[in-house]
């Protein structure tokens, strides 16, 4: 693995790169100047033609796709628009699930009277889905992974928070004492697996749970 302006990368060959993105770094600038640092545009003064594929929110942490050419980037956005990229998390969350495992299907769409907010929306929401599963329990903190079987923003997140579990450290959907057990949010992109767009094979990598 090497690192390019502290951002570690994975994997690279003429048609992608595997990054490992931190904590508190956009994927792709904001609005306004002061929102210009992200993970993209790091990675564009080293290798141009990069391009984006995929996000995740500022404060997840974990493994980012970029193509390195137009033909690759329509190749794996397409393959996340069929829903054929696996993607596992991982997370602490406030409480204990009932049960082992579970799966959360509930409409998501904007929380237009709160922005950046997402919310269960029955009306006019998208379609969501997310698997769980329970790893560990302590001291009132569960471990999760996740499977997210969409791509909805905030979708974790916001499904999690819905079952009253929010994530630790979630400045969005915690409550103050769930907001204030963490320094970070402890959402992190651990496995990602898709088809390389040039040989077709079946490709994966997994990033270390940083908490």
């Keep these: 693995m090497s690192d390019v302006d502290h951002i570690p990368i994975h994997y690279q060959d003429e048609s992608l790169i595997v990054l490992d993105k931190p ?3 956009l994927s792709v600038p904001g609005r306004g100047p002061d929102l210009q640092d992200c993970l993209s545009s790091r990675i564009q003064t080293l290798f141009s033609t990069a391009l984006v594929v995929h ?3 500022r404060d997840t942490s974990g493994l980012m796709i970029m193509a390195l050419n137009k033909d690759s980037q329509r190749n794996i956005s397409l393959q996340f628009e069929q829903r054929n990229v696996h993607k596992v998390y991982e997370c602490i969350v406030q409480g ?3 049960g082992k495992q579970g799966c959360i299907t509930l409409p998501i769409g904007r929380d237009r009277n709160r922005p950046p907010r997402y919310k269960v929306d029955h009306e006019s929401g998208r379609f969501s889905q997310t698997l769980w599963r329970l790893l560990a329990t302590r001291d009132g903190y569960s471990r999760l992974e996740i499977e997210p079987r ?15 579990h929010p994530i630790l450290g979630d400045p969005l959907y915690a409550d ?3 907001q204030h057990s963490a320094d970070r949010l402890l959402l992190h992109a651990q ?5 390389h767009p040039m040989t077709e094979e079946s490709v994966g990598w997994q990033s270390s749970c940083p908490f």
């Design 55 to 57: 996000r995740l929110d």
């Design 176 to 178: 103050a004492s769930a």
């Design 96 to 98: 204990t699930p009932s």
């Design 191 to 195: 496995a990602i697996q898709f088809s």
């Design 150 to 164: 969409t791509g909805r923003s905030h979708q974790i997140r916001v499904h999690l928070a819905s079952l009253g």
């Design 23 to 25: 904590s508190g770094l």
